[in-house]
């Protein structure tokens, strides 16, 4: 496609329930990056690809949270266990390498009742 | 202590006038400062990017300007437009050698009036 798409748009789900997001980079983009957006609160890193690979998942904030990536293209974020405080926007963003621009996603918008 | 702090907080002008954003970052060393422009309910897109050997880059209206000596940026916008409403932030791209992460300011909430 022409640009970063995520899925699904929109995610409410009850407490103690697993969710999977996904995202589907630019094609050939090498690099994919998620980021969480708290209400009035600036984006948080999260984990970064490089490929299939993972080199940096400092930014997972316990271990409820993985991500993997297939085929150097798409990527699934996994939240197992959701608490209230998950919620939140996840953002999805690709780049041509890691130090070139990042292209965002319109972002999942995640509600854990 | 944020690492990236951004003000004001929120700003409303009305259509036409002019407007300055400010970023200030302790990040350091850093590869590069940029500035995305965020409408609501979509992702982020880049307005500019600056080395830190750059002192301003424009893109149409906006023009940024840098200073790595006092780690101060700013986002200055001309003959402001309805369309120009929404959220403005500040990014900083530390100096990782290999991979960047970057840092994100709460960002700049502005709303052109008509």
């Known amino acids: 496609g022409a640009g970063v798409s995520q899925s699904p748009s929109n995610k409410v789900t009850e407490k103690g329930k697993d969710v999977e997001l996904r995202c589907d980079p630019i094609s050939g983009h090498t690099a994919l990056y998620w980021y969480r957006q708290s209400l009035g609160q600036g984006l948080e890193f999260l984990i970064y690809f490089q490929g299939n690979s993972a080199p940096d998942k400092s930014g997972l904030p316990s271990d409820r949270f993985s991500a993997e990536r297939t085929g150097g293209s798409v990527s699934t974020l996994t939240i197992q266990r959701t608490q209230q405080e998950d919620s939140a926007v996840y953002l999805c963003?690709?780049?041509?390498?890691?130090?070139?621009?990042?292209?965002f996603g319109p972002g999942t918008r995640l509600l854990v009742l | 202590k944020n690492q990236v702090e951004q003000s004001p907080q929120s700003l409303i002008i009305l259509e036409g006038k002019n407007c300055t954003l400010q970023c200030n970052y302790t990040v350091s060393p850093f590869s590069n400062l940029r500035w995305y422009k965020q409408d609501t309910g979509r992702g982020p897109v880049s307005l500019t990017i600056m080395t830190f050997s750059e002192n301003t880059k424009s893109n149409g209206r906006y023009t940024a300007t840098l200073d790595a000596d006092t780690k101060q940026s700013s986002l200055h916008i001309t003959a402001s437009q309805l369309s120009d409403s929404a959220s403005y932030i500040c990014?900083?791209?530390?100096?990782?050698?290999?991979?960047?992460?970057?840092?994100f300011g709460a960002g700049t909430r502005l709303a052109v009036h008509p």
């Open positions: 963003a690709s780049s041509s390498r890691s130090v070139e621009t990042q292209y």
């Open positions: 990014v900083v791209i530390p100096y990782s050698g290999g991979y960047n992460k970057l840092i």
